[in-house]
């Protein structure tokens, strides 16, 4: 483990924990006493002889060691002072509950300083907070909570972590069956982030999984850690990132005063390090229960099996948007099934059995086991049962009793999925879990569930990625580079583009045309967005077109850029950058042309990248079937395209801490062996 890591796992696994204030103090120590924790507790308070039954100290001084943990739940300026004196006496980390810091800038403007101040007071003493409720660790019964939950003590289980203290404390109330041995809260980030925080709790063997619930990404250094750690563990890590609405991005910088980032960005960053994305809070928890019993997915096909047709149907419709397979049942399996399940029966996936087996866990078992055979990547039952306090179980158990035994013939990965949410009982859950069976709360959840977990099997298949390039930026004057000096700029790094010369007024263009040869294309210079002003001129045949249209420019450009006509193109990319906040200069390839506005079809790479991932890119824009040949058009050149991309990135990353825009559009894709050129480019840099 790192320095850091270690330092944090002395704070979450405690042999003591020391406690400041009044009512929160209280509640953490009684928190600690109904789990059962079996360490040291130090409570600490001007006034009072004792909490809960524990001595009461009155300083950090008069603590009979120094404290591995500690709850520091007083106001915002005793905050500091105290854990300066934890940091002197040689505890091994603290939570700072208390708020008014950096999240609260509006309101008390000396927010930040106090919380630099707090920082400085921590110094290699880890320190989670502030404005943060703390953690619990189930696994030892050590909480640092202030507040009531709803967890229980586990022997292994999955890590939580988010930012919410609110969010963890609704998360702990989760009745779905998931063992959550450490649920953690992170605050402002301000020394201690998700990352590093989670990196600490997946170093504990007990630990299976890990969630983020991430608003912000605290430091992109120890979030790829956590993901080269999680690989090598082969302990998988799923994220909730918000911030895909406008509201959302705006909510996270006025709830942690820090920056969401960009939606796409943070898709492809967490897809670069194999950490599967979700994008609700059912979803995660359903995915880190697939992961905690079966782990990530070695393939994504899916057999469905239920008693109902309506059943049947949701599932398959559930299915669509998704990366499931829902393969067909191997021809071996029919005959077994049509013995079993009688001749009324259709034999297909998803499979709806009807009722003739209900009831006979003979029959069911032998049913369920011919299907999960079939070696799909997850074999799903649909079963809700029935409401206890009014209903009788016992059939829906016996099919239970059944999915038990055919998975225990087959040792085959399998799920039970209620429809409803609520009609999976939280006992039934458990006894599912603790069979190796997964008990999905939800048909959407549970094929998303899959989606990711394979997902994340293919990412660990695929070479450990390069790491990020710094995100560091110059801070110097942003010029701009029009074509004429951006054109020959990219073109040193490879990118070819159409042959061309400036003229400086109407007349001079003329010379040049007749000097190129026709047809040539005719620009105006110095102007962003060309085309709206009536700034390019295409296909011009002769010498009075090309003085008519440079005179027309006139008013508006006082150079002009006149080129080579380039040929007919397959298809027409645009191929930028631009600097993220977050992750720094990343790369577009989408859709070009006058589809650029139209068409929502466009692809991040991060860099450093590699002409794989460029080709992979590409290859998922819709657009890109043009460039494969459209009904029966042309093939385009895409080596061509994708070492033009290549030549690109090449330009971003020498220059990534100074660029801030790169526009190719259109990128002209040339039909196969003819090559892909640039004939429009714009860059916006720090000089």
Avoid at 431 to 444: K, Q, S
Avoid at 531 to 536: F, I, M, P, T
Avoid at 559 to 588: C, H, N, S
Wanted: hydrophobic share 45%.
């Amino acid at each position: 483990m790192t320095t850091k890591a270690t330092a944090l796992a002395r704070l979450i696994r405690p042999q003591s924990i020391a406690v400041f204030g009044g009512k929160e103090a209280a509640r953490v120590v009684e928190q600690c006493g109904k789990a059962g924790y079996r360490g040291a507790i130090w409570p600490v308070h001007p006034t009072r002889e004792t909490v809960h039954g524990h001595r009461c100290y009155q300083s950090v001084a008069e603590l009979p060691g120094a404290p591995d943990a500690a709850f520091i739940g007083v106001n915002r300026n005793l905050t500091v002072e105290i854990l300066r004196e934890l940091k002197q006496r040689g505890a091994g980390g603290a939570i700072c509950y208390a708020s008014g810091f950096a999240e609260a800038v509006s309101e008390l403007p000396d927010g930040p300083a106090l919380q630099a101040e707090l920082v400085a007071a921590a110094g290699t003493m880890a320190m989670l907070g502030p404005n943060c409720y703390g953690f619990i660790n189930m696994l030892d019964d050590a909480l640092l909570w202030p507040d009531q939950h709803g967890m229980k003590h586990v022997d292994r289980g999955v890590a939580i972590l988010t930012q919410s203290s609110n969010i963890a404390l609704n998360i702990s109330m989760q009745t779905r069956g998931l063992p959550i041995a450490y649920l953690m809260t992170a605050g402002n980030q301000a020394q201690t982030g998700l990352s590093a925080l989670a990196a600490a709790a997946i170093e504990d063997e007990r630990v299976t999984a890990v969630g983020l619930h991430i608003e912000s990404f605290d430091d992109l250094e120890a979030l790829q850690h956590l993901a080269s750690r999680a690989r090598a563990l082969r302990k998988p890590v799923v994220a909730l990132k918000v911030g895909r609405s406008v509201a959302a991005q705006r909510a996270a910088l006025s709830h942690t005063a820090s920056l969401a980032g960009n939606d796409r960005v943070s898709s492809a960053l967490l897809k670069r390090l194999g950490i599967g994305r979700v994008h609700s809070l059912p979803q995660m928890l359903e995915t880190l229960k697939l992961l905690h019993v079966c782990g990530p997915l070695p393939n994504n096909t899916v057999s469905a099996m239920s008693c109902s047709g309506g059943e049947a149907s949701l599932m398959a419709d559930a299915g669509v948007g998704k990366a499931v397979d829902f393969r067909d049942l191997r021809p071996e399996q029919l005959p077994t099934l049509r013995e079993t399940l009688g001749a009324m029966v259709t034999l297909s996936n998803p499979l709806d059995y009807h009722t003739f087996v209900w009831g006979n866990q003979t029959r069911q078992a032998q049913a369920f086991s011919t299907v999960m055979g079939g070696e799909y990547g997850m074999n799903l039952i649909v079963l809700d049962f029935p409401r206890a306090d009014r209903c009788d179980a016992t059939d829906w158990t016996t099919t239970v009793d059944a999915v038990i035994d055919a998975q225990r013939e087959t040792r085959a990965a399998v799920g039970v999925v209620s429809s409803l949410g609520e009609t999976m009982p939280e006992a039934v859950a458990s006894r599912l879990i603790a069979e190796g069976i997964v008990p999905f709360c939800g048909i959407d959840e549970a094929l998303g569930a899959i989606e990711v977990a394979h997902g994340i099997h293919a990412a660990w298949e695929r070479l450990v990625p390069a790491p990020l390039l710094s995100a560091q930026q110059v801070e110097t004057d942003i010029i701009s580079f029009y074509e004429e000096r951006a054109k020959p700029t990219l073109a040193a790094y490879g990118v070819k583009i159409p042959y061309g010369m400036v003229a400086d007024n109407p007349e001079k263009t003329v010379a040049i045309a007749e000097r190129l040869g026709y047809p040539v294309a005719l620009k105006g210079l110095g102007i962003a967005h060309k085309s709206d002003v009536g700034a390019v001129r295409l296909n011009i045949r002769s010498a009075a077109e090309v003085l008519a249209a440079a005179s027309a420019m006139a008013p508006v450009a006082s150079r002009f850029l006149v080129e080579v006509m380039a040929p007919k193109p397959v298809a027409e990319l645009i191929v930028g950058a631009f600097r993220d906040p977050i992750v720094g200069p990343v790369l577009t390839v989408g859709a070009g042309g006058v589809l650029v506005d139209l068409l929502d079809d466009s692809a991040i790479l991060l860099l450093p990248t590699n002409h794989q991932e460029i080709r992979d890119a590409i290859r998922g824009l819709r657009s890109s079937a043009l460039v494969a040949g459209y009904r029966g058009g042309p093939r385009g050149d895409m080596n061509a395209l994708v070492q033009l991309v290549a030549s690109v990135a090449e330009y971003v990353a020498d220059n990534a801490t100074r660029l801030e825009e790169l526009d190719l559009n259109p990128v002209l894709v040339l039909p196969e062996g003819e090559g892909a050129i640039a004939v429009d480019a714009f860059i916006r840099t720090r000089s």
